[in-house]
């Protein structure tokens, strides 16, 4: 009766763990260079899909998302928030005015050449801010980045998850 009773509880412990991990954190394969150099290509990245249901997103977290009708799953830098106005000149970032520093960016590579382009939000999306339930996303290495500058907003619903401060 008590090897069954230990087995049982081996079983539940087993299978809650199993369910934590596939339901709440998930892994993820970075895939491309779009966030080179803070995760380079084939890095394993943990994602909490539920952090985003206890505390908001804040500038600057790394999110996974897939847009919609899409398969494609993309790691990027949340750059807006909802009410934001935003551009870029000359490779800084302006946030409701404010110029904004961005640390994770190499000061050697912004020297070499443009990295982000010059753009307003309206230029995007044709709004002077970012509407409630959406981000606007960019990846790190901005040359060779696919992010909200080309798709557009991306909505909070389509978040996975953030990425874990692993480094």
């Known amino acids: 009766m008590k090897k069954r009773k230990i087995a049982f509880t081996a079983v539940g412990v087993c299978l809650t763990a199993i369910i934590v991990k596939n339901l709440i954190f998930v892994e993820y394969k970075v895939e491309g260079v779009s966030m080179q150099p803070t995760y380079e290509e084939g890095r394993l990245l943990s994602i909490n899909k539920l952090s985003l249901y206890f505390s908001s ?7 996974v998302f897939q847009l919609p009708n899409s398969d494609d799953i993309y790691v990027k830098r949340v750059i807006g928030l909802p009410g934001d106005e935003l551009h870029y000149k000359d490779d800084q970032l302006y946030v409701n005015g404010k110029a904004v520093n961005e640390p994770f960016l190499s000061p050697e590579d912004l020297d070499v050449t443009k990295q982000t382009g010059n753009f307003t939000l309206e230029d995007i999306i044709d709004k002077g801010t970012i509407p409630k339930g959406y981000i606007f996303v960019i990846g790190d290495n901005r040359i ?3 992010d909200s500058r080309h798709f557009g907003l991306v909505k909070m619903d389509d978040v996975i998850g953030i990425v874990g401060n692993e480094e």
Do not use: E, I, M, P
């Open 57 to 63: 997103l804040k500038r600057f977290d790394v999110v």
């Open 144 to 146: 060779q980045s696919r």
